[in-house]
């Protein structure tokens, strides 16, 4: 406290003594014993409102015991039980979490993971993926600025996320603990498989396998690719101690439109502990037709070659660049982009009266508006000669496809003449406009549909700048790419609105999340977040049938449908209010990506130790790891004091003497008749 308070305090005491002493003795004609007892009340309620009205703060000093975190996670995965490995992991963990000198020198933070990262002591051994990675950033960021020591009980063999060799803090020690049969056993795998999820009819596709192999002798191998009963590439594979994998190539025929799902198989003569990991079942997608697109521009631009190549990283698109005056045969196109065209697309709009090809229209510096304006009546144009940067504004209530926000508004501004544009009122807009941070109210890219006939408008020049934005944001073109394919999706179709849209895959590996989107529309087209989605999944050849609701999200309802068994699967979405129906079909594959390991990963967790300044260890030193820990001088408690400042206005005591001092005098005062 300040001198100053205990001055007030001090002179407190004086007024409610001086004010007792007046009240009781000074005015009192006759001195009673009971006086005394009075006094002594009216001086407890006096200071103790004067101490309420200074509020003097209370500091209260208190000592605490910092300890060292310890985090021990624990590899929950499925691999840990293919490995027989789970009694000597919870043994693991029993003895280090039971250990009285461990506990009292660091405070002991328990976890398992799989997929996901959380705090737990129990453990089951089935998660389907192994997210090590995850154990690294949520262990730092719930340890922040503290030097910690981690154990790692795993088999190091990790499936989805990051590389944790590099993900841990290198100043924070890592000792893990390899679990599982360590004895190197003659093992062909086939470890990866790379296809597309899409081939066109009556075309081939490539793949691509990477075959491991684990032993001490050379053999020979018989790879082979089948779908049912047909064998479609068989050739012989030949390993040794030196030539431990292979990669293969081949050729598939896309003879069947449809979901076709193949196997890829490789045997030898020789006896394996894990058969399971010698096949892989993979699905690809045959189409029968893809889409063709006409790129139309009178003059070479960036633009033209950034579009050609966003467009066809789906293998469904092919783009032709043309000239307008190359404009022959548009018959054989779904879907033309017309590049800032003038009065040299004539040809182009006098044969697409009849053909009523779905249109791509992109304007800029060079676009005769006045040509435009005659061609189409969805937009009207009124620009000067003045050029003008243009920078986007994503519109949040844009519902007519599904499409995120890539940062649009942080990309480069496009460019395009000054002036009016002026919009029908059945335009949607993705992207409005603005110039330095002015709205000019105008679209930016838009879209229109017109007696079945859709055309989509991009007002500005230079989105090549936009893609390499997007790189340089991403390190990839797969959101801008993804952009430009939902809108050449958007104008590839011809059918009406639907109210109820549906995303899904045609196959899922069992293991792999298997999520189902969809989006309700009301009658005016309009996003329904009052919805009433179910879906009704049906296991075709055992008839088992399942039901669930679908949840909102903040753009579309989701289901999770994890733990589904392998096989083909019909399923049923429905909105229960207006009963708008959609039949869908998935196949889950056969693939478990836990069952494909024979031993730990030792070269990882070595490596992993290296890093850290740690230590790999086997289940039969936790002993050493123990006494290591314990020996650490880097480990030591920290002793905090801690100071706690409480407002006296904060003490119920002084609140409860008041009242007490106040009633007690009020009733002895009127026992006594002085009332």
Do not use: C
Not at 141 to 162: A, C, E, R, Y
Not at 585 to 610: C, H, M, R
């Amino acid at each position: 406290m300040t001198t100053n308070t205990v001055l007030l305090i001090f002179l407190s005491l004086l007024i409610a003594g001086a004010y007792s002493y007046y009240n009781y003795y000074y005015k009192a004609k006759i001195k009673l014993k009971i006086h005394l007892v009075l006094a002594f009340l009216r001086f407890v309620t006096v200071f103790s409102i004067l101490l309420l009205l200074i509020n003097p703060i209370i500091s209260n000093k208190t000592l605490e015991i910092v300890k060292t975190p310890l985090v021990i996670a624990v590899d929950n995965s499925s691999s840990i039980s293919n490995l027989k490995a789970t009694k000597t992991t919870t043994d693991l963990f029993e003895k280090l979490t039971s250990n009285a000198d461990l506990k009292e020198k660091f405070d002991i933070q328990t976890y398992r993971f799989d997929s996901d990262f959380e705090s737990s002591d129990n453990f089951d051994f089935k998660g389907s993926q192994t997210n090590i990675d995850a154990v690294a950033k949520n262990s730092k960021s719930i340890n922040k600025n503290v030097v910690f020591p981690t154990v790692l009980i795993t088999d190091g063999n990790q499936t989805s996320g990051n590389d944790f060799v590099f993900s841990f803090d290198p100043n924070n020690k890592v000792y893990p603990i390899a679990v599982g049969d360590t004895t190197t056993y003659l093992d062909l795998r086939v470890s990866q498989l790379n296809a597309n999820k899409y081939a066109f009819h009556k075309n081939k596709f490539p793949v691509e396998i990477f075959l491991n192999y684990s032993g001490t002798k050379a053999i020979t191998s018989n790879f082979s690719i089948s779908q049912g009963n047909s064998v479609l590439n068989s050739q012989v594979v030949s390993f040794s101690p030196s030539k431990k994998s292979v990669v293969i190539s081949a050729l598939l025929p896309a003879d069947k439109v449809g979901l076709q799902v193949y196997k890829a198989t490789i045997t030898s003569k020789e006896k394996e502990k894990n058969t399971y990991n010698n096949s892989y079942n993979f699905a690809v997608e045959v189409i029968d037709q893809r889409t063709e697109i006409a790129l139309i521009s009178s003059f070479n631009h960036p633009d033209l070659g950034a579009l050609k190549r966003a467009i066809e990283s789906n293998a469904q698109r092919k783009v032709t660049l043309l000239k307008p005056k190359e404009i022959n045969d548009l018959s054989k196109y779904n879907i033309v982009i017309l590049y800032q065209p003038t009065i040299e697309f004539k040809s182009f709009f006098e044969k697409n009266t009849d053909l009523g090809l779905n249109t791509f229209i992109i304007t800029g510096t060079k676009t005769d508006f006045n040509y435009l304006n005659q061609q189409q009546k969805d937009l009207v144009f009124k620009m000067s000669s003045q050029s003008e940067n243009y920078i986007a504004e994503y519109q949040d209530n844009f519902n007519l496809f599904d499409i995120e926000d890539i940062g649009f508004s942080q990309f480069p501004p496009l460019e395009n003449p000054f002036g009016v544009i002026t919009t029908a009122a059945n335009l949607d807009v993705l992207l409005g406009s603005s110039i330095r941070n002015i709205n000019t109210n105008s679209p930016l890219l838009a879209f229109s549909e017109n007696q079945g006939k859709r055309t989509a408008y991009l007002l500005g020049e230079n989105s090549w700048k936009w893609r390499l934005q997007s790189h340089v944001d991403t390190k990839s073109y797969e959101k801008y790419d993804t952009f430009i394919d939902k809108t050449i999706q958007y104008l590839a179709t011809n059918a009406s609105k639907k109210s109820l849209v549906v995303n899904h895959d045609g196959f899922y590996n069992s293991g792999d999340a298997i999520e189902i989107s969809a989006q309700y529309f009301n009658k005016n087209y309009e996003f329904d977040d009052k919805a009433n989605l179910n879906i009704t999944v049906v296991n075709r050849k055992t008839k088992a049938k399942k039901s669930y609701d679908l949840l909102k999200s903040n753009t579309d309802y989701k289901v999770n449908l994890d733990g589904l068994e392998v096989g083909k699967y019909d399923f049923v979405v429905k909105e229960l209010n207006s009963n708008s129906v959609y039949n869908g079909y998935f196949e889950i594959l056969d693939f478990d990506i836990e069952k494909q390991f024979v031993n730990p990963d030792l070269a990882k967790l070595t490596q992993l130790a290296n890093q850290t300044k740690g230590q790999l260890l086997f289940p039969d030193k936790v002993d050493l790891l123990i006494k290591s820990l314990l020996e650490n001088e880097e480990y030591k408690s920290v002793q905090k004091s801690i100071i706690k400042k409480i407002p006296l206005i904060d003490w119920v005591w002084l609140l409860i003497i008041l009242v007490l001092s106040l009633a007690s005098e009020w009733f002895i005062r009127k026992y006594n008749g002085m009332l």
